[in-house]
């Protein structure tokens, strides 16, 4: 098994897919690492729509900038957070929490507390900007534990969010789209980014120790 930053190096941004499709076993694995990432007091303010689709990834295909990889993935992921941490949601997650762990909900006060009191000082806009700063980091496992699979990805930003959120009518959820992430296999004779050299800054301006 190759170790992560053997994985990170095999992975690149696939600019063309092949249309083939990923077993339902390693889309699963791939949607249960982004399940498990870590969020911010534990509240994971987002979630994941999968669609694999054809006929509605055409409909998306416009939406985000015509990229083939849209239409050429196996599965398009669309990372959806919430438009707002209400009371209600909060009370949700430590409900659940209690439930879980089987202990009274008394026990959560403090957090519960001190989620409603930190989020509800933040403006609309700023809860929308944490909560999908707390999706990329399921995103980032999501990519991790692809190229572990064998399956490539292109997390994608150009998109008009507005018309994806109509399209999919996340606002009726509470969900405003934050990220995509196309998933599927390289085409190697036709993709111009497979054989380029992997660049990233130099390491000593990237890190520095204190």
């Not at 791939?30 to 006929?55: D, F, K």
């Not at 519960?112 to 707390?134: D, L, P, V, W, Y």
Request: aromatic share 10%; no cysteine.
């Amino acid at each position: 098994m190759k170790n992560i930053i053997e994985l990170l190096n095999w992975r690149y941004a696939t600019k063309k897919m092949t249309g083939e499709k990923i077993s339902s076993e390693k889309i699963n694995n791939i949607l249960e690492a982004a399940h498990l990432a870590p969020s911010g007091i534990g509240l994971q303010p987002y979630e994941i729509i999968v669609i694999s689709n054809p006929e509605i990834k055409k409909k998306i295909l416009p939406i985000a900038m015509n990229q083939p990889q849209i239409i050429e993935s196996s599965h398009l992921l669309v990372f959806a957070v919430w438009d707002e941490y209400s009371k209600e949601r909060i009370d949700n997650v430590f409900d659940y929490l209690a439930e879980k762990r089987s202990v009274d909900s008394a026990h959560y006060d403090k957090q519960r507390t001190f989620s409603k009191q930190f989020f509800g000082n933040m403006s609309i806009e700023e809860n929308f900007h944490h909560a999908a700063k707390q999706a990329n980091i399921a995103l980032g496992l999501a990519i991790i534990e692809a190229a572990s699979e064998g399956i490539d990805s292109t997390p994608m930003e150009g998109f008009d969010p507005i018309a994806l959120d109509e399209f999919l009518q996340l606002s009726s959820k509470g969900l405003r789209s934050s990220m995509l992430l196309a998933l599927g296999y390289r085409d190697t004779e036709n993709d111009w980014n497979l054989n380029q050299k992997k660049v990233r800054k130099p390491f000593e301006e990237f890190v520095t120790f204190l």
